[in-house]
């Protein structure tokens, strides 16, 4: 079955620090791995994906995220955090047999102290 | 912006009502997935439509059921309303079927079940 974890429900990172935002997968077939961000009354924007090739992905607004598949791991991070970062990020996986269901994880709140 | 529309913004119905919900998907796009999102969860698959057939579900009960039509618009209808129903509704389209290709997502109707 598919599955995801995000073991931190708030992440506090001061501005101009790096940040990371964790997150655990589970599959069965090949993992197909999504970050998305959520702000407050908003859908969800795409930020970044993992589908094949180098482990290390470039997204949007200066987010990257490292697939490391011995940890089965997805971490988010950002060199240098701005407080406009500040929302709710949610990690995502499609199992590489199916074309239909993504599973999200419950989210992180990420907050960018000034 | 995502391209993706959806409405109403805000709707508040009474338990055993019946509620019809809209989105339209980016042109194009042959591929419209329904999620809903409870208060402090992440999404949860309700079902997808591929050129109007549906070609996924979750673990919903039929009283949850969708349309797709061929102007990219989509409905989610729900029966016999509960007070669980009470989340935020989210559609993504996407261009392709297939597990590579991302989901966009619309802004979300807000449903309270009272």
């Known amino acids: 079955a598919q599955s995801v974890a995000q073991p931190e429900d708030q992440v506090n990172v001061a501005e101009g620090n790096p940040l990371t935002v964790k997150c655990t997968y589970s599959v069965s077939g090949n993992p197909y791995l999504f970050w998305y961000v959520q702000y407050p009354n908003r859908g969800l924007q795409f930020l970044l994906k993992?589908?094949?090739?180098?482990?290390l992905v470039k997204g949007s607004y200066g987010f990257e995220a490292e697939f490391n598949k011995s940890q089965t791991s997805f971490h988010l991070k950002k060199p240098s955090a701005l407080v406009s970062d500040s929302a709710l990020y949610f990690c995502a996986v499609r199992d590489g047999n199916r074309d239909d269901k993504i599973i999200f994880g419950k989210g992180t709140r990420l907050h960018i102290l000034p | 912006e995502t391209g993706v529309t959806q409405s109403p913004t805000h709707l508040i119905k009474t338990r055993g009502q019946q509620v019809t919900l809209r989105c339209s998907s980016q042109?194009?796009?042959?591929?419209v997935s329904w999620y809903q999102q409870a208060l402090g969860q992440g999404p949860q698959f309700i079902f997808q439509?591929?050129?109007?057939?549906?070609?996924g579900r979750g673990n919903f009960p039929p009283r949850f059921s969708g349309l797709q039509f061929p102007n990219y618009s989509s409905e989610l209808n729900v029966n016999a309303l509960e007070l669980d129903d009470s989340a935020l509704y989210l559609c993504?389209?996407?261009?392709?079927?297939?597990?590579?290709?991302?989901?966009?997502f619309g802004p979300g109707t807000r449903l309270t079940v009272l």
């Open positions: 439509y591929y050129r109007e057939e549906e070609n």
């Open positions: 042109s194009g796009h042959n591929t």
């Open positions: 993992y589908i094949t090739g180098d482990n």
């Open positions: 993504a389209s996407s261009l392709l079927i297939g597990s590579t290709d991302t989901q966009y």
